[in-house]
């Protein structure tokens, strides 16, 4: 079946980029996600990126793809305590139904 | 309501018991998810609904959890005869109509934190 991985942790000192990374199975994937969940709260949608496409900015986030690798990444510049979260990978399955698969999602832990 | 709203927020139960929790999905939404989530640990798919039907169940642990969902709303998720290894919050997603390549945004509730002692 589909798969998406992430790594579990990511520590880094504010004010530094933070780059979480995730690979992904399934190549019919037209639309690949990244939730955020606060310590305490649900998941809520925080960017996405349409397949046809390698790269998307907002604001202090750069999503890149790596279509080829099935391989996504998030970066997080000048990044704040405030970010401290659990970040989750999503892609939808393009390929029938169009059902979510989240990776198990990578805790970033950002230190002052 | 204007989100995903689940019931209870909290639930302590003795090993052994029944518990149903509840999920009110955003209205309109067709579409709608379960997921576990063991303390410090991922998301883990259990299963998803798309109306009233669930195309994929492969997520449910064992045969002791079963979910059901009606008037394209309102889903239960049952958990019978509950472990200790229950223990987790449960959360429920829902989204717009799924479609095979089109673009999904879930709205995810807070979550059932459930407790088997």
């Known amino acids: 079946g589909e798969d998406v991985e992430q790594s579990l942790f990511l520590s880094v000192r504010e004010g530094d980029s933070s780059v979480i990374n995730c690979t992904y199975t399934?190549?019919?994937?037209?639309?690949l996600y990244w939730y955020k969940q606060e310590p305490g709260a649900g998941l809520q949608l925080l960017t996405y990126?349409?397949?046809?496409?390698d790269m998307k900015q907002d604001q202090r986030l750069t999503v890149l793809l790596n279509k080829k690798d099935k391989h996504l990444s998030l970066r997080i510049a000048d990044t704040q305590t405030g970010d401290s979260a659990i970040y989750f990978c999503?892609?939808?399955?393009?390929?029938?139904?169009?059902?979510?698969?989240f990776g198990k999602g990578t805790k970033l832990s950002v230190k002052p | 309501g204007a989100g995903v709203s689940q019931s209870p927020s909290n639930k302590v139960t003795e090993k052994g018991k029944d518990v149903e929790l509840r999920c009110d999905p955003i209205?309109?939404?067709?579409?709608l998810y379960w997921y576990r989530q063991r303390l410090g640990q991922g998301l883990e798919f259990l299963i998803y609904?798309?109306?009233?039907?669930?195309?994929?169940k492969s997520g449910l642990p064992s045969d002791r959890f079963s979910a059901e969902r009606t008037g394209e709303s309102v889903s239960t998720l049952t958990i019978q005869r509950t472990q200790q290894e229950d223990s987790a919050v449960y959360l429920c997603?829902?989204?717009?109509?799924?479609?095979?390549?089109?673009?999904?945004?879930?709205?995810f509730g807070q979550g059932t934190r459930l407790t088997v002692v």
């Open positions: 990126i349409f397949s046809n496409m």
């Open positions: 997603a829902s989204s717009l109509a799924l479609s095979a390549g089109g673009r999904t945004e879930a709205f």
């Open positions: 209205s309109g939404h067709t579409a």
């Open positions: 609904f798309q109306g009233n039907s669930a195309p994929d």
């Open positions: 399934d190549s019919s994937s037209t639309y």
């Open positions: 999503a892609d939808n399955d393009g390929g029938s139904q169009g059902n979510l698969i």
